[in-house]
């Protein structure tokens, strides 16, 4: 696949990045695409590997090598490079609903299982994804097609983020009649007000919504099932559902001074700045603002990250970044060889802005809040911070980080961010269908499987597997609707 020797002949080459003391000045995208004829030259690079890992999917040593959808990735970068974008175009949306979001936002699991990766540097495989989107759109080849058959089958779908939409396309597709409903305003779950606009451009969003309501998928924003609506109508009209809601309750600290004004979880401080943004492009102050603020945020993922970025744009005093685990080795441990996710040291965009502006790395590793202190008026002031050492259980043999006894210190700040992830879906919505949850705060279901308890309702996504990538949510979404439709017509053909 590829050029069999262009992996010897053409180094690895990526988009170019705008400055980081530029780009903070702005909520676009950040990066200048290579030239076409140079990203093919990237696509050439895929080598005739015999075992393309990149596209495997596997879980080795509990983490994910290799995409979940299992793109047919040496295919469409061999089309790539040959120049056959359409039929590269073909071969991408066989297993991918989303490429113009994975091509931004995934980490890329693909490259982290890739043959060159092995002593080298993997091919350039989330560039060259969204040269093949982004041309598509551009000439025509992405484009509304309409079910020429339909079922007369109903799908109610709740929650439109990446599983949502996945399994929406897919149902709307075999010809069923879907109905997708949102609480917030606008389509797209945390793809639209989880995930930063520098990161995606909610444009992007936009542009592949509208054609999916083309095709004939129907959207209801505002809709908050099992608050404002009833799950009985919804049983009432649909001869489906699929509950998609991501795991949407965010987990917090609990430690003295939590109720201290000043302290937000990291969701809600991204959401109001993008729904600002959208609105206004901030200029209704409609929104939790950093300016000028002391920041703390607590979580080294990529939500923490987002935090740094979107707190430095605008106009932050300093942020640091709290890890609770010890800090990655730069390269690869023995215990940790390829083709598994490397766990090394990455300095995504928020930090590489921060360490521009502020002269060093926010994060703080094996560190986290013991408490907050306010001014005597319940204004946050000051955060005691503590170390954090390995301890392992002897029972159990687990590995904790347990604080360090005289290691605290204390710092000032005026705002805190909690990205320490989420805890599974919101009761509610599950109470309002009726259906069971698990010891994780997931939708129960039988391992594997998509069905609930009840035979009208399936889960997709988050609010099934956990809290996890959008690649992982689209492979949800797609399985979700194999499920649906096997339930609806007793065969499936997706």
């Known amino acids: 696949m590829g050029k069999p020797t262009g992996f010897l002949e053409y180094k690895r080459e990526t988009s170019e990045e705008v400055s980081p003391k530029e780009r903070i000045r702005h909520f676009q995208e950040f990066h200048t695409p290579l030239p076409k004829e140079k990203q093919r030259l990237q696509a050439a690079r895929c080598m005739d590997c015999g075992v393309p890992f990149c596209q495997s999917g596997m879980m080795i040593g509990g983490m994910a090598s290799g995409c979940p959808l299992h793109n047919l990735i040496p295919e469409w970068n061999d089309l790539l490079y040959t120049g056959n974008y359409e039929q590269a175009f073909d071969r991408l949306k066989k297993t991918n609903n989303f490429p113009e979001f994975t091509s931004r936002v995934c980490p890329a699991l693909c490259e982290g299982a890739c043959t060159c990766n092995l002593n ?8 060259n994804e969204r040269t093949i989107i982004e041309y598509a759109y551009e000439n025509g080849y992405a484009k509304a097609e309409i079910p020429a058959v ?19 396309d897919q149902l709307n597709q075999r010809g069923h009649l879907v109905t997708v409903f949102e609480r917030e305003d606008r389509i797209g779950g945390l793809l639209m007000y989880g995930i930063p606009n520098m990161k995606l451009e909610k444009q992007v969003i936009e ?20 608050m404002d609506i009833k799950a009985s109508k919804i049983f009432k009209e649909y001869d489906c559902v699929v509950l998609a809601c991501g795991a949407s309750k965010p987990r917090d600290i609990k430690v003295p ?81 390829w083709p598994q996710w490397a766990k090394v040291l990455k300095t995504d965009y928020g930090q590489e802005e921060a360490i521009a502006l502020f002269g060093k790395d926010p994060r703080v590793y094996q560190t986290t809040v013991k408490e907050f202190q306010t001014d005597g008026k319940g204004k946050l002031k ?32 005026d705002l805190v961010l909690i990205a320490a992830g989420f805890l599974g879906a919101q009761e509610y919505v599950a109470k309002a269908f ?13 391992k594997g499987g998509y069905m609930t308890n009840l035979s009208k309702v399936f889960v997709a996504g988050d609010m099934h597997r956990g809290q996890s990538l959008v690649v992982w949510a689209i492979k949800e979404g797609r399985e979700a609707a194999q499920a649906v439709d096997r339930s609806l017509m007793g065969y499936t053909n997706l």
Do not use: W
């Open 150 to 168: 339909r079922t007369g089958k109903k799908v109610a779908i709740i929650g439109s983020g990446p599983a949502g939409l996945a399994c929406a």
């Open 207 to 226: 542009r592949k919504t509208a054609l999916m309501k083309e095709e004939g998928v129907e959207f209801v924003t505002g809709a908050d099932i099992g």
């Open 120 to 127: 080298g540097e993997p091919v350039a495989t989330k560039e």
């Open 257 to 337: 001074g939590r109720e201290a004004e000043g302290i937000y979880f990291a969701v809600d401080f991204l959401k109001a700045t993008t729904q600002s943004l959208l609105r206004s492009n901030l200029a209704d102050g409609q929104y939790i603002s950093a300016k000028g603020k002391k920041v703390l945020v607590i979580g080294g993922g990529d939500t923490g990250n987002d935090c740094v970025g979107t707190a430095i744009r605008h106009g932050c005093a300093g942020v640091i970044q709290l890890e609770m685990m010890p800090k990655p080795p730069l390269v690869r441990a023995a215990d940790n060889p």
């Open 434 to 446: 009726g259906v069971e949850l698990n010891e994780r705060g997931n939708v129960k279901t039988q």
């Open 382 to 413: 000051k955060a005691v911070l503590v170390k954090l050492e390995k301890k392992t259980d002897e029972k159990t043999g687990q590995i904790r980080m347990v604080p360090l006894e005289g290691s605290e210190y204390t710092i000032d700040v």
